[in-house]
C-alpha cells in the first residue's frame, strides 16, 4: 500500500536511506515512517503537513481494517464516503467501541468513462475521518464507479444498491475484462463477504458471481471459490441444496472445459492453480466429465504392476482424484489408497492419502477409520490423528460420526492425546465445524454439561464453538430464504 500512494522509486529511496542510516545501530518503527516522511517531503508526493507515521499508525497499532462504503448522488456526480471497521468475528460484524476506530485511507477509484486500471496513487485521502464527500466523480448516472483500484489499498469497499447493479450489469457483457483482473476478483471477494457480515443484501452478491460462467482467470475464480465455500458448509443439510449445486456447476462448466483434466507441460502457474480448484469443486459437486475421469485415472493406477513406484497421475491432480474414487468407489478402492498410505515414505504422499481417505461414503469404513487414528500401532501416527478427524468431518456423511465419536469417546481421545492440547483442539473444531441446527447445538451444550469437569484446557474451545454454532444458526435465519429464492429463480 504505501508502495503505491508513494510510488515505488520515492519508497524504495527512503527504504534505502533509513538502512543505510541505521545500518549498525538499532532501529524501532517511527525510524522507518521518518525516513520514508523525509523522502516523501523531498520528492513532493506527500503534503508537508502529513506524516507517514501519521498514515501507518492507524494501521499497524490497530487491530482489524475498514470498510470504505460509497454511496452516489446521481444527480449532481458527487459521492458520500463513509468508513467503518469490518472484521468477521463468529461471522457478525464487530459493534463495540472498537468499531469506532478510523484509519487514514488512500482512496482511488475510476468508472466506465476512464477504464483507467493503472493509476493506482491515491486521488484523495480519508484522513482518519468517518466520512468525506467528492464532487465529481466524472461519471454519468448510467455509469459505474469502481473504488481501490488494483486492490492497492487494505479495504473493502460497498456501494449503494445502483452502483453494484451497473457493476453487475458490466460483468455480464462481453468486454467484462474492461474491469483488470484483480478488481474482478475484488468486486467478488467484498460482495460475499460484505453479504456475510450482513452488510450487502445476498442477492446482490449472488448476481455479481452469475458472470463467473464466462470467467477463466484464476484470481476471480479463487475469491469466488473460497467465500463460496461458507456458503456450501452452511447449505448442505437444508432444502435447496440441490440449487446451489446445479448453480456452481453451470458457472463451473465453462471454465471446466477451458482448463480440461490433463496437466500439459508448459502450462501457465495459474492455470495449473485454477485447475485443481475447479476439478476440486467440479468432481465434490458430481460433473460427469469430471467424475469419469477421477475413477479412470485411479483405476490405471490400481492396473500398474507395482503401484507403490508407479503411479500415473499427475501430482496436481492426485488430491482430487485420490478424493473423488474414494468417494464414489467401495471398499475395493479404500484399501487400495489405504496400501498405498501403509507403504510409502513420501510425506506429501502419506498426507494425500489420509486426507483421501476420509472421502469415502460408506459409515462403517469412516468408524472404523476413526477408530484406527487413536489406536496405538494401526498405522497411523498420532500427530496425524487430527488430519484424519478433519478430513471425516469435512465429509458430509462423516462430519456427524465426528461429532458423536467426540461427544461418545471424549474420554478415550483424552487418554489417547494424553497432553497434547493442540491436537484435542483441532478434534474439537473439527467436529464442531458447521453446525448450525438448534439441535446440534443442544447436543453441545449437553456435551459440555456433561463434561464440564474434564474438559479442562479444552473448555475455550467448546466455548467458542458453541458461539460459532449460534452465529451459524442466526445467519441462516436472517439469510437463508434470501438466498433459497435466489437460487430458486436462477436454476429455473
Not at 224 to 251: H, Q
Amino acid at each position: 500500500m504505501m508502495d503505491h500512494f508513494l510510488t515505488t522509486d520515492v519508497f524504495k529511496r527512503g527504504l534505502t536511506n533509513y538502512l543505510t542510516e541505521k545500518a549498525y545501530q538499532s532501529a524501532e518503527q517511527n525510524d522507518l515512517w521518518n525516513a520514508l516522511t523525509k523522502q516523501a517531503h523531498k520528492d513532493k508526493v506527500l503534503d508537508p503537513s502529513i506524516t507517514i507515521q501519521q498514515i501507518m499508525d492507524t494501521w499497524t497499532l490497530q487491530t482489524g481494517f475498514p470498510v470504505v462504503t460509497v454511496t452516489r448522488n446521481y444527480l449532481n456526480g458527487s459521492a458520500t464516503l463513509t468508513q467503518e471497521r469490518f472484521m468477521l468475528q463468529n461471522n457478525t460484524m464487530i459493534t463495540t467501541e472498537e468499531s469506532k476506530l478510523l484509519w487514514w485511507i488512500p482512496i482511488t477509484y475510476t468508472n466506465e468513462n476512464e477504464l483507467n486500471f493503472n493509476r493506482t496513487r491515491p486521488d484523495h485521502w480519508m484522513k482518519a475521518e468517518h466520512s468525506i464527500i467528492l464532487s465529481n466523480l466524472n461519471a454519468t448516472s448510467h455509469q459505474w464507479v469502481i473504488f481501490n483500484v488494483l486492490e492497492t489499498g487494505y479495504y473493502r469497499v460497498n456501494y449503494d444498491k445502483t452502483n453494484w447493479q451497473l457493476i453487475i450489469k458490466q460483468l455480464n457483457k462481453d468486454n467484462f475484462r474492461d474491469i483488470s483482473t484483480i478488481n474482478r476478483a475484488q468486486l467478488i471477494d467484498d460482495a460475499l463477504n460484505l453479504a456475510r457480515a450482513g452488510k450487502l443484501d445476498y442477492a446482490i452478491a449472488l448476481d455479481v458471481t452469475s458472470y463467473l460462467a464466462h470467467e477463466n482467470e484464476y484470481l476471480p475464480w479463487k475469491a469466488a471459490l473460497t467465500a463460496l465455500n461458507y456458503l456450501d458448509d452452511m447449505l448442505i443439510m437444508l432444502p435447496g441444496y440441490d440449487k446451489f449445486t446445479v448453480y456452481t456447476l453451470k458457472l463451473l462448466d465453462n471454465v471446466y472445459k477451458q482448463v480440461g483434466f490433463t496437466d500439459k507441460p508448459g502450462d501457465p502457474q495459474l492455470t495449473v492453480f485454477t485447475r485443481v480448484d475447479v476439478l476440486n469443486w467440479a468432481c465434490t459437486f458430481g460433473h460427469d466429465d469430471c467424475v469419469d475421469n477421477a475413477v479412470n485415472q485411479f483405476y490405471n493406477w490400481r492396473k500398474m504392476p507395482d503401484p507403490d513406484t508407479n503411479n500415473p497421475i499427475s501430482p496436481n491432480l492426485k488430491s482430487v482424484v485420490y478424493c473423488t474414487a474414494i468417494r464414489v468407489g467401495s471398499q475395493v478402492e479404500w484399501e487400495f489408497a489405504w496400501q498405498r498410505y501403509l507403504n510409502t515414505n513420501v510425506g506429501s504422499e502419506k498426507d494425500l492419502l489420509l486426507q483421501a481417505l476420509g472421502c469415502s461414503r460408506e459409515v462403517w469404513i469412516l468408524s472404523r477409520y476413526l477408530d484406527w487414528a487413536v489406536t496405538e500401532n494401526s498405522g497411523i501416527r498420532k500427530q496425524d490423528a487430527t488430519r484424519v478427524f478433519g478430513s471425516v468431518a469435512r465429509n458430509i456423511i462423516g462430519h456427524p460420526l465426528v461429532f458423536n465419536y467426540l461427544r461418545n469417546k471424549w474420554s478415550r481421545l483424552r487418554e489417547y492425546f494424553g497432553t497434547s492440547l493442540t491436537l484435542i483442539n483441532n478434534i474439537i473444531k473439527s467436529a464442531t465445524r458447521g453446525i448450525n441446527t438448534k439441535s446440534e447445538l443442544k447436543d453441545l451444550k449437553d456435551f459440555i454439561a456433561m463434561n464440564k469437569d474434564k474438559l479442562e484446557s479444552a473448555t475455550r474451545t467448546v466455548q467458542q464453538a458453541v458461539e460459532q454454532a449460534e452465529e451459524n444458526i442466526k445467519w441462516l435465519d436472517n439469510n437463508y430464504a434470501t438466498i433459497r429464492d435466489w437460487l430458486q429463480r436462477n436454476t429455473a
